[in-house]
């Protein structure tokens, strides 16, 4: 029995009113100490009865009525999922457990080297609600280091792909068979009792953030590169080794821009496409391997993770076409056109949000202090000031501002990583934080097989009595 499980089990039976952990990310915890395995184990049964506790208490209360426009418009606004780790405000943007986005730059431990925000506090903020302290999060980046090696069949499996192979595929089959070493799979496989699901689920989720930067290093040193990929470095940070396996460390202000990029990037409360594949495939009992490469393959999709690749390359076909120095009138021209050609503006508009999402206001506070002179930041810049403008005349979008995808390109290219099918695949590494936190407490808190109720046009059109 590990040291986890065994605290897990002694104090199992005390925990049950303490307070509410969910707004806690500031306070003081008698367990500087503990590893966040060790942690998460304990905040278990206090959740677990909180749980219980408010579904007693309010269990028969209503989130709200449905709609049949909503049954028929991607179920928007409909309450359905409960999500710990972030909730997303239409006008505000996200927090994390109860913190904004500057919060968490301001709040979480940096490293020594750096200005951003480590994303191995923000996983730590995700799963326990509480702010680390840097020797916690030098721990957890210690243990993501030594967890880090993929195993020889799956670095042959990458090395088999075709160049031409979307690094996103790659990236999704790689994960696929990374389960092979699930300990969830394994223990489930050998009758684990459900009380026990977190505790594989928990190493499985450790062991997959800790993978995923040779995952996506081997994919880009494969197919953009001469194939040869830079070793872990055990005493470095996440993001550093990151940014090392793609080749680019020695720049410290791309490492930098990784350790916000990962952060910021990592969870959008529960109903986003990679998010809610993700949980919604875990419902089965399918490992966080499974589970997550589910919701990369959603997160491919240009109306979602893909459409940061997607607005790179739209911006530097208008520049191709009418210049970096076009005029607000030629911009113009440009959008309308790509509007009446039935394209989407990409970068632009959310399903929930209705101001500029937060993530790109970071993107570019960091543009304005590392690259505020680089020519297409200046474009960038300027299609913030025209695109909401002529979105808001075209009459469509509910949201003209731009979401956290119309920023990233252009950072990532100045750097020199300017190969845009490759973007998503950055993404996804920083997703995985968010949506297998997320994981962990779909299993911790025993949620149940996923089954929302369906219906046809024919049956509802009886059920109305329409024609
Ligand atoms: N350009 C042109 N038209 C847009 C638009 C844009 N940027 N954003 C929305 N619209 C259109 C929609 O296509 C829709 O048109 P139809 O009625 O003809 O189908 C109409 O406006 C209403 O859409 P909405 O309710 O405002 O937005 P949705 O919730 O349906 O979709 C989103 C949200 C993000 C898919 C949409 O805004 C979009 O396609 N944006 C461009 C792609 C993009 O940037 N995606 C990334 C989102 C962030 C992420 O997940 O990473």
């Not at 090696?149 to 990236?171: G, N, W, Y």
């Not at 969830?184 to 800790?210: C, Q, R, V």
Request: with cysteine; net charge neutral.
């Amino acid at each position: 029995m590990s040291a986890a499980v065994r605290a897990f089990s002694s104090i199992k039976g005390a925990a049950a009113h303490r307070a509410s952990f969910n707004k806690i990310a500031s306070r003081a915890y008698a367990s500087q100490a503990k590893s966040l395995k060790e942690r998460f184990a304990e905040l278990i049964p206090e959740k677990q009865a909180e749980v219980k506790e408010f579904r007693k208490a309010y269990g028969s209360k209503a989130l709200g009525e449905v709609t049949v426009d909503q049954a028929y418009g991607g179920m928007r606004g409909i309450k359905g999922l409960i999500w710990e780790g972030s909730v997303l405000d239409p006008e505000e943007g996200i927090r994390f457990r109860g913190l904004t986005i500057p919060e968490c730059q301001q709040k979480l431990p940096k490293a020594h080297d750096g200005g951003e925000p480590l994303p191995e506090g923000l996983y730590w903020l995700l799963l326990t609600g509480e702010v680390p302290t840097a020797e916690q999060v030098k721990g957890v980046s210690a243990e993501w280091a030594a967890r880090s090696a993929i195993p020889s069949f799956v670095e042959e499996l990458i090395d088999r792909c075709p160049k031409t192979l979307h690094p996103m595929s790659q990236f999704s089959l790689a994960i696929n068979a990374l389960q092979h070493e699930s300990h969830f799979a394994k223990a489930y496989a050998e009758g684990i009792h459900k009380s026990n699901y977190w505790d594989p689920i928990f190493e499985d989720t450790m062991d997959l953030i800790a993978k995923l930067p040779n995952i996506a290093g081997r994919i880009y040193r494969n197919v953009y590169k001469d194939g040869k990929v830079a070793s872990i470095d055990m005493d470095k940070d996440y993001s550093h080794n990151l940014a090392k396996v793609l080749g680019f460390s020695d720049n410290s202000e791309f490492v930098d821009l990784m350790r916000l990029y990962l952060t910021i990037h990592s969870d959008h409360e529960g109903g986003n496409v990679s998010a809610h594949t993700t949980h919604l495939v875990g419902s089965a009992l399918s490992d966080p391997y499974l589970s997550f490469a589910a919701g990369l393959n959603g997160l491919a999709g240009p109306l979602h993770g893909l459409a940061n690749q997607e607005v790179l390359r739209w911006t530097l076909k208008l520049k191709d076409t009418i210049g970096i120095d076009a005029s607000d009138e030629q911009i113009t021209k440009y959008l309308w056109d790509t509007l009446n050609s039935g394209q989407v503006v990409p970068g632009y508009g959310h399903a929930v949000l209705r101001k500029t999402d937060p993530r790109y206001t970071a993107q570019r506070e960091f543009a304005l202090k590392h690259l505020p002179d680089d020519p297409l930041f200046g474009l960038v810049s300027k299609l913030y000031h025209i695109i909401p403008g002529v979105l808001t005349e075209h009459g469509k979008t509910k949201n003209p501002w731009p979401n956290v995808d119309a920023h990233s390109g252009v950072l990532l290219q100045y750097y020199g990583l300017v190969e845009q099918d490759f973007y998503t695949v950055l993404f996804g590494v920083s997703r995985g934080i968010g949506v297998l936190a997320q994981i962990c407490w779909d299993r911790a808190l025993g949620m149940p097989l996923e089954r929302p109720k369906s219906y046809s046009t024919a049956y509802l059109k009886k059920m109305f009595g329409a024609n």
